[in-house]
Nanobody
Framework: QVQLVESGGGVVQAGDSLRLSCATSGRTFIRYAMGWFRQAPGKEREFVAGISWSGSNTYYADSVKGRFSISRDNAKNSVYLQMNSLKPEDTAVYYC?????????????????WGQGTQVTVSS
């Protein structure tokens, strides 16, 4: 079992930045690829970013490329999502996820474990 706890969400204005953190506990963190997803009201959960277990490979949704950056610190069993130039359409609950394997995937069904989510609200 892997437990995931997100933090760092909040209410910001368009153009601001936020850094989300996901602390993990349980089984060996390094064995998991990690992902960030988000879900806005009335919409399906969507992939935002993913990172391989080594941190050498990262993947982003087109909507966040160039603005968001995913990283991990295996020594701290944590993964991060740096969000810059935030837009109102980035407003959503952001979820951290883990999947057993080397590489992340863009479909939520590939992930074994999920955090409880953290709300990000971007006002115009």
């Amino acid at each position: 079992q892997v437990q995931l706890v997100e933090s760092g969400g909040g209410v910001v204005q368009a153009g601001d930045s936020l850094r989300l953190s996901c602390a993990t506990s349980g089984r060996t963190f390094i064995r998991y690829a990690m992902g960030w997803f988000r879900q806005a009201p009335g919409k399906e959960r969507e992939f935002v970013a993913g990172i391989s277990w080594s941190g050498s490979n990262t993947y982003y949704a087109d909507s966040v490329k160039g603005r968001f950056s995913i990283s991990r610190d295996n020594a701290k069993n944590s993964v991060y999502l740096q969000m810059n130039s935030l837009k109102p359409e980035d407003t959503a609950v952001y979820y951290c996820s883990a999947r057993e394997g080397d590489q992340p995937r863009s479909y939520s069904t590939w992930y074994n474990y999920w955090g409880q989510g953290t709300q990000v609200t971007v006002s115009s």
